[in-house]
């Protein structure tokens, strides 16, 4: 849920709104929670098993590229509109973003560049994250790749 404090004229408005992603609204519609939140496939209900959704946007809130990004770790962000508070849809960066990133970016304060990565960048847990720069204006200008080993120490 996104909350937003309107503070104008010695008068202060408050609003608020869930972001409306794929799976909020399958929720919604059940009336419950249909979805784990172990990332363990067995916790979910069965009705939606293997769905893919848009995530939660329930971590971060960034605004960069005049646009107002809802973040969570496993997905890509989510645009709201700052004035309304509706939600928009993901944002994957001009198709550039091929997953997820992280909810917590950084911004360059004299560039206005974003500094972020994308961790498990394929959907598996092996080490490797990928680190991405989009420009003030929220072009992705360059990506890295970061191949990891996650190795059992030995005893």
């Not at 961790?119 to 890295?144: K, M, W, Y």
């Amino acid at each position: 849920m996104i909350h937003a404090f309107d503070v104008r004229d010695g008068r202060v408005v408050y609003r608020n709104r869930w972001v409306r992603t794929k799976q909020w609204k399958l929720e919604h519609r059940a009336g419950r929670a249909l979805f784990g939140t172990s990332a363990m496939p067995a916790d979910s209900d069965p009705n939606v098993a293997g769905m893919g959704t848009d995530g939660v946007a329930n971590t971060n809130l960034a605004w960069h590229g005049g646009k107002l990004l809802a973040l969570e770790e496993g997905h890509a962000p989510i645009v709201i509109d700052p004035a309304t508070l509706e939600t928009i849809g993901v944002w994957n960066f001009a198709n550039r973003l091929p997953r997820n990133m992280t909810a917590h970016p950084k911004i360059d304060p004299r560039a206005g560049e974003l500094i972020f990565f994308a961790n498990f960048p394929t959907g598996r847990v092996n080490g490797d994250v990928e680190l991405h720069l989009a420009n003030a204006s929220g072009e992705i200008t360059r990506s890295q790749a970061i191949r990891g080993s996650l190795r059992r120490a030995d005893p």
